[in-house]
């Protein structure tokens, strides 16, 4: 009988180790680098033929093995890889990182350090009006001459915060009273682990193009220069079936069908009965799940049919 154990080898990402500690520098303070790493689209491989046994064989290699995965939502064998990112971000970005619970994070504390000397700034051409369909997020930029004035106001409001702080601190207040007046524009930094299941959900949410643009842009940088390179199987099949797809709820499919039969009025009616439309319940504007789906019909080039 033979008893030796076969000696497993470390599965590692060559272009991921090649930029292990080097920060990309995301807004005008910002950044974010690899720490460590466990795992690659092996591992997800590998977990998936351990869990589904002979089901997998027919699938023989390993990106259509991943693809199948992520088409069909099976999840854990992507909780097999995990990475730790250190990262500097705004106090603002930051409380809607840190909403994403299923990471393992450990912050800068400002009442053991001196708060870090540097804040987000707004440049003139940046400052953006309040979405008019969305309430939470913003649209258009405000005009040049307007956001000269905000960056200037901006400034001193940022340097009259600082120096207010560093005067406390000088002056012996303790460190977790003096930071009560710190702005949100303010960086902090963290160590944030998580697994790539997990990151992929953060991606989805914080890569679309309605999520804040200050966030999108942390989420932009993890994605397309960090987990490309990590995982690329991986990223390959996220984007087809994740980030790039639609999805569609049975009501959408339902007026999809009649239009390619070339119903519209059907396609009409029945949006009017599900009370999407103004003339429904006698709305002001079209329901939100109404405007969301004609974003959809956009997409695909199909003619809205209701105006």
């Known amino acids: 009988m033979n008893n ?3 000696k497993l ?3 590692n990402s060559p272009k991921l180790d090649a930029m292990l500690g080097k920060p990309f520098k995301v807004l005008n303070d910002g950044f974010i680098r690899v720490i460590d790493y466990l795992g690659t689209d092996s591992s997800i491989v ?3 033929r351990v869990s589904y046994g002979k089901g997998t064989k027919k699938i023989r290699q390993d990106r259509s093995l991943i693809r199948y995965l992520m088409r069909h939502h099976h999840t854990s064998p992507f909780e097999m890889c995990e990475i730790k990112l250190h990262v500097r971000v705004p106090m ?3 409380r809607q990182w840190i909403r994403h619970r299923t990471a393992n994070v450990n912050e800068y504390s400002t009442r053991y350090s001196v708060a870090i000397d540097a804040a987000l700034n707004t440049s003139p051409e940046n400052w953006r009006q309040q979405a008019k369909g969305n309430r939470q997020g913003s649209g258009k930029k405000l005009d040049f001459y307007t956001g000269e004035k905000f960056t200037k106001e901006e400034q001193k409001l940022h340097e009259l915060s600082r120096a207010t702080y560093d005067h406390r601190i000088k002056a012996g207040v303790a460190r977790e009273q003096a930071r009560k007046d710190l ?3 303010t960086y902090t930094e963290a160590y944030w682990k998580i697994d790539l299941h997990n990151l992929l959900h953060f991606l989805e949410l914080r890569m679309h193009s309605a999520a804040q643009q200050e966030i999108r842009s942390y989420a932009t940088i993890i994605g397309t220069e960090i987990v490309k390179r990590w995982c690329p199987l ?6 087809d079936y994740r980030l790039n797809s639609l999805i569609f709820s049975e009501k959408e499919l339902m007026i999809l069908q009649v239009l390619i ?3 519209k009025n059907k396609a009409k009616q029945i949006a009017d009965d599900l009370g999407w439309l103004p003339e429904s319940k006698k709305r002001v504007k079209k329901d939100m799940e109404c405007m969301e789906f004609e974003e959809k019909l956009k997409k695909l080039g199909i003619e809205i049919p209701w105006g």
Request: proline share 4%; charged share 25%.
């Open 183 to 185: 702005p949100l524009c």
């Open 4 to 6: 030796k154990v076969k």
């Open 9 to 11: 080898s470390r599965q």
């Open 46 to 48: 590998q977990a998936a």
């Open 261 to 263: 039969q070339g119903k």
């Open 92 to 94: 603002d970005t930051w």
């Open 234 to 239: 991986t990223w390959e099949a996220f984007l």
